[in-house]
């Protein structure tokens, strides 16, 4: 059992890395779109080589093995695992994430075809969804049925409070 944990976490760091990597590489892309003809073209071939190698190669197959040896824990466990009102939430979370996950993929397709609609700071936000779930789901998995619903609210709003002022400031201090 350690082992497929330890394999678990392995491919869920993994694939969180390749999320906050991919979204990163969004917006260096979208932010090419407003350069001259030569260099917006070389940049958004770079990119797109980047994206599609980063999303093929490490963050779907992360996603895949983190499911996959996910579901081998809860199967090893079932009988604690289903009565585990953390379990259930965390899982709702993975669910979000793998959402999160095909939209991400969804960009993806559109960049390659030169659709771009989102703006830098739509995706600067869109990035600090995954870090509201990477906090949701470790903080649940590691307090488990010892945090309080009260807390568990007020900590995921505190935490996309601080981020999304953290963006409007970084923003305003880029501007300046």
Same mark, same amino acid.
């Given at each position: 059992?350690?082992?497929?944990?330890?394999? +678990?976490?392995?491919?869920?760091?993994?694939?969180?890395?390749?999320?906050?990597?991919?979204?990163?590489? /969004?917006?260096? +892309?979208?932010?090419?779109?407003?350069?001259?003809?030569?260099?917006?073209?070389?940049?958004?071939?770079?990119?797109?080589?980047?994206?599609?190698?980063? $999303? $093929?190669?490490?963050?779907?197959?992360?996603?895949?093995?983190?499911?996959? /040896?996910?579901?081998?824990?809860?199967?090893?466990? $079932?009988?604690?695992?289903?009565v585990s009102t953390w379990m259930h939430l965390k899982l709702g979370f993975v669910v979000l994430l793998l959402i999160y996950h095909f939209i991400c993929q969804k960009i993806l397709f559109d960049f390659s075809k030169d659709n771009f609609k989102w703006t830098s700071t739509q995706l600067r936000i869109w990035n600090e969804v995954a870090t509201l779930f990477l906090v949701s789901i470790v903080f649940l998995v590691v307090l488990k049925n010892s945090l309080n619903w009260i807390n568990g609210v007020f900590g995921f709003f505190a935490v996309g409070i601080t981020l999304m002022i953290a963006i409007k400031w970084y923003k305003r201090l880029r501007n300046s």
């Open positions: 059992m350690d082992t497929i944990k330890a394999l +678990h976490i392995i491919f869920m760091v993994s694939w969180f890395a390749g999320l906050f990597y991919m979204v990163r590489l /969004f917006i260096y +892309h979208v932010e090419a779109q407003t350069k001259e003809t030569t260099e917006r073209s070389i940049l958004s071939k770079q990119f797109l080589i980047m994206e599609k190698k980063l $999303w $093929w190669i490490i963050t779907t197959p992360s996603m895949a093995f983190t499911v996959i /040896f996910g579901n081998w824990m809860l199967f090893l466990n $079932w009988e604690y695992y289903k």
